[in-house]
């Protein structure tokens, strides 16, 4: 059960990064998920090391969505050198 709901939250976040990313990314249902689990992964070990939030905080999916962006720019920038 908690496999399927980091899937589902992931591409939650996933959806919302390519939504507030401007421009046209051509990743599909799988690299969407991976990109919003890998975006929490980040933001809940730097979020948590740094003490700004514990977990199960509403500060966790603002953060995961924004590390998501941040993780989806650099994506973007090594794929079009």
């Known amino acids: 059960m908690g496999w399927?709901?980091?899937i589902i939250v992931g591409f939650i976040i996933g959806v919302?990064?390519?939504?507030?990313h401007p421009g046209k990314e051509n990743l599909g249902f799988i690299m969407t998920t991976l990109?919003?689990?890998g975006g929490s992964l980040l933001a809940g070990f730097v979020g948590?090391?740094?003490g700004w939030y514990e977990v199960g905080e509403?500060?966790?999916?603002?953060?995961?969505?924004?590390?998501a962006v941040i993780i989806l720019v650099v994506y973007t920038r090594?794929?079009?050198?």
């Open 58 to 67: 509403p500060a966790g999916w603002i953060a995961s969505t924004i590390f």
């Open 4 to 6: 399927l709901v980091t």
């Open 16 to 20: 919302l990064a390519k939504f507030l």
């Open 35 to 37: 990109l919003g689990i």
């Open 48 to 50: 948590q090391s740094a």
């Open 78 to 81: 090594l794929v079009k050198k």
